[in-house]
């Protein structure tokens, strides 16, 4: 059984620092695309960053410039760097990942992790 187990997040300062870290368990299977979306309470989950097993990647307007993004494909691990943390970054960040079987795309999610940045 597919599981991405999450790791990183916490509390930061305003324009601090902070990586989260995402590993799929339990699959052999090269996801094709992983990434991180993020949800406040009341609010839908909103895309943060993706990338692709090729390397294409994908940001919200909002974390263009501050966010990086990166994956090992071989251990079928992704990692998210943010820089310039904000207030308004605080949700609960959840991993992604998407494999597409060719008539059936699979996607996967992690538990959350929370980040919080206080001013």
């Known amino acids: 059984q597919v599981q991405l187990v999450e790791s990183g997040g916490g509390l930061v300062q305003v324009g601090g620092s902070l990586g989260l870290s995402c590993t799929v368990s339990?699959?052999?299977?090269?996801?094709?695309?992983m990434g991180w979306y993020r949800q406040t309470p009341g609010d839908a989950r909103e895309l943060v960053a993706t990338?692709?097993?090729?390397?294409?990647?994908n940001f919200a307007t909002s974390v263009k410039g501050r966010f990086t993004i990166s994956r090992d494909n071989a251990k079928n691990t992704v990692h998210l760097q943010m820089n310039g943390l904000k207030p308004e970054d605080t949700a609960v960040y959840y991993c992604?990942?998407?494999?597409?079987?060719?008539?059936?795309?699979?996607?996967?999610w992690g538990k959350g992790t929370l980040v919080t940045v206080s001013s």
């Open positions: 992604y990942a998407e494999l597409d079987a060719g008539r059936t795309v699979f996607t996967y």
């Open positions: 339990g699959g052999v299977y090269e996801m094709s695309a």
């Open positions: 990338v692709t097993s090729g390397g294409n990647t």
